[in-house]
């Protein structure tokens, strides 16, 4: 009997949300500890950050457009401070 196997079981938003702020956390830490400035530190690992979560995204194969959260959704908010700390770091 083949069994359909949901690689993507939706979790809840409060989950996501935890993941994230774990995240950003950790990303400022290290960002703290870089040799080329907070900023441009920050920078480089939020749009790391945008990257894998656009990988994790395809390999589990999270669709694009959800009413539930999910990888995809979390590249847009890294994406979103990228561009935020980018134009702050510009500015400075």
Do not use: Y
């Not at 994790?56 to 401070?81: K, Q, Y």
């Amino acid at each position: 009997m083949a069994q359909s196997r949901n690689l993507s079981p939706t979790l809840s938003p409060a989950r996501v949300i935890a993941r994230f702020a774990v995240r950003i956390v950790l990303l400022a830490a290290f960002a703290a500890f870089g040799s080329i400035g907070f900023g441009r530190s920050l920078a480089a690992l939020l749009w790391m950050s945008v990257i894998l979560c656009i990988t994790v995204g395809f390999i589990r194969r999270e669709p694009l457009f959800r009413t539930s959260l999910n990888h995809w959704d979390e590249s847009i908010a890294f994406g979103a401070l990228f561009a935020l700390v980018h134009v702050v770091n510009d500015l400075a």
